[in-house]
């Protein structure tokens, strides 16, 4: 199993970002998926999640209106749209397998002035 993170970068407040997650190993189709994210010093938290069929969505409270999760089942892909970022977004952000131990490298969302 491999998921492989990318998208992460620099933004200034309001900006926006696509995060996506490249999946192998596994039949993507079967598994709903998970982001989630760390800032420093805090606890790993989720972002949201996706259904194995991409119709069922669910949102942090803290992202809710501003973040969008979407799946490519043709792709093996899952992806993060992050608008109107705020400061307090800046964290390493994660694709995780939902029922599943397996996490990817992460990529880096910094926003800043």
């Known amino acids: 199993v491999q998921l492989v993170e990318s998208g992460g970068g620099l933004v200034q407040p309001g900006g926006s970002l696509r995060l996506s997650c490249a999946a192998s190993?596994?039949?993507?189709?079967?598994?709903?998926m998970r982001w989630y994210r760390q800032a420093p010093g805090k606890e790993r938290e989720l972002v949201g999640i996706?259904?194995?069929?991409?119709?069922?969505?669910n949102y942090a409270d803290s992202v809710k209106g501003r973040f969008t999760i979407s799946r490519d089942n043709g792709k093996n892909t899952v992806d993060l749209q992050m608008n109107s970022l705020k400061p307090e977004d800046t964290a390493v952000y994660y694709c995780?397998?939902?029922?599943?131990?397996?996490w990817g490298q992460g990529t880096q969302v910094t926003v800043s002035s």
């Open positions: 995780k397998i939902t029922s599943m131990a397996y």
């Open positions: 190993g596994f039949t993507f189709r079967n598994y709903g």
């Open positions: 996706i259904s194995n069929t991409g119709v069922i969505t």
